[in-house]
């Protein structure tokens, strides 16, 4: 562990705390807009493993949000193109990447042993897997989501807070999302905060509250939430 690359945040944390990200494993599912911010902070701040998980490759329209990939990157497979910027970014950081979609079939496999999940998704479908394996693992999901100049992030603690399926019973209508590149990397930088905070034990998580970033007025909110008793994902032992 290199004390002069973390010199700036070691006398934040102390060398336990830095050595507690060293230990702690991630996975991020999507390596794009949300995906390559969060990963890039992460990557930094010295997480000791990080899966990523992607199917999709590289195309001239994800360039304005994507930060992980370059022009040159078009055509390639976003997971590969995003392990050789995070390798030269913090070669003490283990990538593993899976080239592959998340499905009900292969969730608990590609989550493996990562003891949290950072949502990086821009599809519902996918949100809710990653929702109920976060419960079915016991291990806290960080759900990022962007539309144009706003967007929300929140902590979910299995047990103890809603659930994604709670405040989203069924999901919102889908299309291609406008979207200010500049807009995932304040999100996907609250999120990266959510998840340090998580694994050294510090100060207050996003716990049954929603923050919306409002950019075009400046201006944040935070909503207030509650688990819905009756939630098919997080209701009861059955659901899960």
């Known amino acids: 562990m290199s004390a002069e690359r973390y ?57 304005n949000r994507q930060i992980l990939h370059f022009f040159p990157d078009i055509g390639r497979k976003k997971v590969e193109s995003a392990r050789e910027k995070l390798e030269k970014l913090n070669p003490e950081v283990c990538i593993e990447v899976v080239a592959d979609s998340i499905t009900a079939e292969n969730i608990d496999d590609v989550v493996d042993d990562a003891r949290l999940i950072v949502d990086a998704m821009d599809n519902f479908k996918t949100r809710y897997l990653l929702n109920r394996c976060a419960l079915r693992k ?35 209508p889908e299309g291609a999302t406008p979207v200010f590149g500049a807009t995932c990397g304040v999100i996907a930088s609250i999120q990266v905060v959510e998840v340090l905070k998580y694994v050294l034990g510090r100060g207050e998580l996003l716990e049954n509250r929603m923050l919306w970033w409002d950019g075009m007025n400046a201006r944040t909110e935070e909503i207030k939430l509650r688990r819905n008793e009756n939630c098919e994902d997080c209701g009861g032992e059955s659901a899960i």
């Open 7 to 63: 010199a700036r945040q070691i006398p934040m944390i102390g060398e336990d705390g830095q050595r507690r990200l060293r230990d702690t494993k991630v996975f991020v599912a999507g390596a794009g807009g949300l995906g390559s911010a969060s990963l890039l902070y992460l990557t930094a701040a010295g997480i000791g493993e990080i899966i990523v998980a992607d199917h999709d490759i590289v195309e001239e329209s994800n360039l």
């Open 138 to 172: 016991n291990i806290p999901l960080f759900h990022g989501a962007v539309y144009g100049l706003e967007g929300e992030v929140m902590t979910i603690i299995p047990r103890k807070t809603a659930c994604l399926r709670c405040i989203f019973p069924k999901p919102p």
